[in-house]
C-alpha cells in the first residue's frame, strides 16, 4: 500500500500483508479477465461475507472471517486462491457470478453471511461455480464467536474436498498456523486495515495521520496477539511513508526508522509464510545501517515462490538493478490478485528505474484491461515514452495531464529533457 503516493495518486493498498496465496505451478497458465488461457477447474475466489447483524460495527467480524478463510484457502498446494485485494472489490456490489469468475480469472465463488447476536453467531457459506451460479456445497453454523474462528478450517477442508483436492497433514498444520485465535485481535486489526485503505484512498485524509489512526488498532491487534504477523507488517507503512516525508527532524528520522526496524523484525518472525518472511527482512535489512549480505537477500526474497504482495521492498530493491526478478514477482501477485492497482504501478515503477520503458507501457496496459478503466495517460507513460525516444508523444500525453504533485514535476524533467529543452 506503499506505492500509492508516487505520481501523485493514492488508491486502496494491495496490502501489505494480506493474503499470502500459493500457486501451483499450473497456475501459472491460468486465465484473465476475458480473454487468455481458460480458467483452472481449482481456482476460487473469496467473496467478502455479508454482515447481517443489526450493528453494522460487526461488519469487521465478518470481513475478517472472509479473509481468515481465504487464508486457509491459500495454504493448500494445487488451488489458485485470489488475493483480497481483488476479490473484495466486489463488495456490496450487484454483479453476477459469470463476471466475477471472467474478472478474477476464477472458476469458482466462495460467499456467505453472518449474523452475529451477542456472543453467538450465524454463519453460511455456499460454494458456487461462476460460470452458471450453481450451487456446489453450502452448509450453515452455529457458533459462540470465539468458536466461529474455528469454522474457517472446516469450510476450507469442505471446499477442497468438493474441489477434489487432496489435504494431507502439513497442509493442515499450515491452515492452523495462519488463523487468528484472539477475536477481538482479530477486529482490531480489520478496522485497523479499514483505516489503513482510507488513508490511501481518500484524498481528503492526510495520510500520515490517517496511518497514525491505523496503527492505533494495529497496536490493539499485536497486544492480544503477539504474534500478529500481518499487523506488524501493516503497521510498518506509517514508519516507511515517515521516512520519505519532507520537513521531519534528524529525531523524528530515526524514530521512524527504529519502529520500523521493530516491526518488520516481528512480522518476519512471525510470518507463517516463508516468502511473506523474506519479503519483510530484505525490507528491513534496506532500511537498516548494515547492508552486507544485502544483495542475496533481496535475491532470495524476490525468487521465493509464491505470490505475497510485497511492500516497499521492490520500490527501494529497483536501485539495485533488480528488474526482471521485480517483474517476475509482480506478474505472478497479478495472477492472483488481478485487480491489485498498487501491484501493477509498482511494476510501471521498477520498469521505469531499471531502464525497460516497453515493459511499462505494456504493464499500463495489461492494467488498464484488467481494471476496466480504458485508455488513460499517465505521467509514467509520458516518461517511457520518452524513454524510447517518442519526445512528441511523450510530450502530448503530458500535456493532457492536469499538472499536479511531485509525479508530474519529475515527468515534466524528464520529458523536457529528452526534448532538449531547459526544465
Known amino acids: 500500500g506503499t506505492a500509492a503516493h508516487r505520481g501523485g495518486t493514492a488508491s486502496s493498498t494491495a496490502?501489505?500483508?494480506?493474503?499470502?496465496?500459493?500457486?501451483?505451478?499450473?497456475?501459472?497458465?491460468?486465465?484473465?479477465?476475458?480473454?487468455?488461457?481458460?480458467?483452472?477447474?481449482?481456482?476460487?475466489?473469496?467473496?467478502?461475507?455479508?454482515?447481517?447483524?443489526?450493528?453494522?460495527?460487526?461488519?469487521?467480524?465478518?470481513?475478517?472471517?472472509?479473509e481468515e478463510i481465504l487464508n486457509s484457502l491459500a495454504r493448500i498446494d494445487g488451488l489458485r486462491v485470489i488475493g483480497r485485494t481483488s476479490s473484495f472489490q466486489f463488495k456490496g456490489k450487484d454483479v453476477d457470478s459469470s463476471t466475477i469468475g471472467r474478472r478474477l480469472g476464477v472458476a469458482n465463488l466462495l460467499e456467505g453471511s453472518v449474523r452475529r447476536e451477542g456472543e453467538r453467531a450465524r454463519i453460511t457459506a455456499q460454494l458456487i461455480r461462476a460460470s452458471d451460479g450453481t450451487q456446489l456445497w453450502s452448509q450453515t453454523y452455529d457458533r459462540t464467536v470465539t468458536d466461529s474462528l474455528a469454522v474457517q478450517l472446516d469450510i476450507a477442508e469442505q471446499v477442497a474436498g468438493v474441489l477434489n483436492v487432496v489435504l494431507d497433514d502439513k497442509q493442515r498444520a499450515r491452515m492452523r498456523a495462519a488463523g487468528v485465535k484472539n477475536v477481538d485481535a482479530f477486529i482490531a486489526y480489520q478496522k485497523g486495515w479499514s483505516l489503513y485503505i482510507d488513508a490511501h484512498a481518500q484524498p481528503d485524509v492526510n495520510l500520515i495521520d490517517g496511518l497514525r489512526q491505523a496503527n492505533v488498532e494495529f497496536d490493539k491487534a499485536t497486544a492480544l496477539d503477539p504474534n500478529f504477523s500481518f499487523a506488524y507488517y501493516a503497521e510498518a507503512d506509517?514508519?516507511?511513508?515517515?521516512?520519505?516525508?519532507?520537513?521531519?527532524?534528524?529525531?523524528?528520522?530515526?524514530?521512524?526508522?527504529?519502529?520500523?526496524?521493530?516491526?518488520?523484525?516481528?512480522?518476519?518472525?512471525?510470518?507463517?509464510?516463508?516468502?511473506?518472511?523474506?519479503?519483510?527482512?530484505?525490507?528491513?535489512?534496506?532500511?537498516?545501517?548494515?547492508?552486507?549480505?544485502?544483495?542475496?537477500?533481496?535475491?532470495?526474497?524476490?525468487?521465493?515462490?509464491?505470490?505475497?504482495?510485497?511492500?516497499?521492498?521492490?520500490?527501494?530493491?529497483?536501485?539495485?538493478?533488480?528488474?526482471?526478478?521485480?517483474?517476475?514477482?509482480?506478474?505472478?501477485?497479478?495472477?492472483?490478485?488481478?485487480?491489485?492497482?498498487?501491484?501493477?504501478?509498482?511494476?510501471?515503477?521498477?520498469?521505469?528505474?531499471?531502464?525497460?520503458?516497453?515493459?511499462?507501457?505494456?504493464?499500463?496496459?495489461k492494467a488498464e484491461t484488467m481494471l476496466g478503466r480504458g485508455p488513460m495517460p499517465t505521467t509514467s507513460q509520458a516518461i517511457a515514452l520518452a524513454m524510447l525516444g517518442r519526445n512528441a508523444e511523450a510530450q502530448t500525453t503530458l500535456d493532457s495531464i492536469e499538472p499536479s504533485g511531485e509525479g508530474y514535476y519529475i515527468a515534466q524533467l524528464v520529458v523536457g529533457n529528452a526534448a532538449g529543452v531547459d526544465p
Open 238 to 365: 506509517l514508519y516507511e511513508h515517515t521516512l520519505m516525508a519532507d520537513g521531519r527532524s534528524h529525531a523524528e528520522l530515526l524514530d521512524a526508522q527504529r519502529a520500523a526496524l521493530h516491526t518488520l523484525e516481528r512480522a518476519g518472525a512471525t510470518s507463517p509464510d516463508p516468502q511473506q518472511r523474506d519479503l519483510a527482512l530484505a525490507e528491513r535489512q534496506m532500511l537498516s545501517d548494515d547492508w552486507h549480505g544485502l544483495a542475496d537477500r533481496i535475491e532470495t526474497a524476490l525468487k521465493q515462490p509464491g505470490c505475497s504482495a510485497p511492500n516497499w521492498m521492490p520500490v527501494f530493491a529497483s536501485a539495485f538493478g533488480s528488474g526482471d526478478l521485480i517483474e517476475n514477482l509482480g506478474a505472478r501477485v497479478n495472477v492472483c490478485d488481478p485487480l491489485n492497482g498498487i501491484n501493477y504501478r509498482t511494476r510501471i515503477s521498477a520498469a521505469l528505474a531499471t531502464g525497460h520503458p516497453r515493459r511499462a507501457l505494456d504493464v499500463l496496459a
Open 15 to 66: 496490502h501489505a500483508a494480506p493474503a499470502m496465496q500459493r500457486v501451483a505451478a499450473a497456475a501459472s497458465a491460468g486465465g484473465n479477465a476475458s480473454s487468455g488461457p481458460a480458467i483452472p477447474a481449482k481456482s476460487i475466489a473469496v467473496l467478502p461475507f455479508e454482515n447481517l447483524s443489526d450493528n453494522k460495527e460487526n461488519v469487521y467480524f465478518s470481513d475478517g472471517l472472509s
